[in-house]
C-alpha cells in the first residue's frame, strides 16, 4: 500500500522568452513507447551567459531515462544541462551527472571540469533514444544522492533532479530518500514531467517545500524551460546560495 502524499502545485512556467537559441542536437528519432505530451519541436541551446566565481563548488543533474519521459523531453533535458553548464564554464564550479530507469545508468561519478562535463553529456545524447527503461525505481539515485552530498559535507552542492511521478514503482523508499536528500539543507531544483492528476508527490519533500524551485516542463520547450530556472537555480549560484 502507498502511501498518500500531497501534491505540490508546480511553479507555473513563465513562457517569455529572452534569449535566441541556436541549434545544439536533435537527437535520434523516438522509439515506441508511451507518450505523455505532445512533444515540442527539437531542442537548442541558448547563447553563453559567463559568470563570475563562485563559492559552490559542484552541480548534480540526474535525469530520468524510461518510457515515461519522451525521447524529445530527454534530449530537452540533456541540452538545458549543457547550457546550465556553460554558464559555468569560466568559474571553478564542478559538474556530475547521473541517469536511472529500472536501474541506475550512468553512475554519479566523481565531479568533472566544464570540458569533461560536455564530453559525457554528448556521449548520454548520442547514445538516446538508449536507456529507456519500462520500469522506474526512484529511491537508488536519490540515495546516491545523498551519498555524494554526504561525501562532500561542507562544500556548496546544488541538484536539478528530473522525472515524473505517475510511474514510479517505489514511492515509499523513494519518500524516505527524499527525506535523506533534503535533510543535507542543500538545494534541489526539480523539472517534473508528470502529467494530469496525480495522487503522490516526492518533489516538495526532496526540495524542502520550495515549490518556486519545481517546474513542470510537460509540453514546454527547452528554450522556456532554461529561462525558467535561469532565474531561479543559475541566479541562486551566481549568488552562492547553494
Not at 121 to 129: D, F, H, R, S, T
Amino acid at each position: 500500500m502507498f502511501l498518500e502524499y500531497p501534491t505540490p502545485t508546480s511553479f507555473e512556467l513563465s513562457t517569455e522568452t529572452s534569449i535566441d537559441f541556436s541549434t545544439e542536437s536533435q537527437g535520434p528519432t523516438e522509439t515506441p513507447g508511451p507518450d505523455h505530451t505532445t512533444s515540442p519541436p527539437p531542442p537548442t541551446i541558448a547563447t553563453t551567459q559567463n559568470t563570475g566565481p563562485t563559492s559552490c563548488y559542484g552541480l548534480i543533474f540526474a535525469g530520468e531515462m524510461s518510457q515515461s519521459i519522451t525521447l524529445q523531453e530527454k534530449t530537452n533535458f540533456l541540452n538545458i544541462v549543457l547550457q546550465i553548464a556553460r554558464n559555468f564554464q569560466n568559474t571553478n564550479l564542478k559538474f556530475a551527472i547521473t541517469t536511472f530507469g529500472i536501474k541506475i545508468y550512468q553512475n554519479l561519478n566523481d565531479f568533472q571540469s566544464y570540458n569533461e562535463f560536455v564530453s559525457t553529456v554528448n556521449g548520454l545524447i548520442a547514445g538516446l533514444p538508449l536507456p529507456n527503461s519500462a520500469l522506474t525505481y526512484i529511491a537508488p539515485v536519490m540515495d546516491d544522492i545523498y551519498d555524494d552530498l554526504i561525501l562532500y559535507n561542507g562544500k556548496g552542492i546544488s541538484t536539478l533532479f528530473m522525472g515524473e511521478m505517475e510511474a514510479i514503482r517505489d514511492p515509499n523508499a523513494g519518500y524516505t530518500a527524499a527525506l535523506r536528500v533534503a535533510s543535507t539543507g542543500r538545494n534541489v531544483y526539480v523539472l517534473d514531467y508528470s502529467s494530469g492528476s496525480i495522487p503522490t508527490s516526492l518533489w516538495p519533500y526532496l526540495t524542502n517545500n520550495h515549490l518556486e524551485r519545481i517546474i513542470n516542463g510537460t509540453g514546454y520547450d527547452a528554450t522556456t524551460i532554461y529561462n525558467n530556472f535561469y532565474s531561479t537555480l543559475i541566479t541562486d549560484i551566481n549568488n552562492n546560495i547553494c
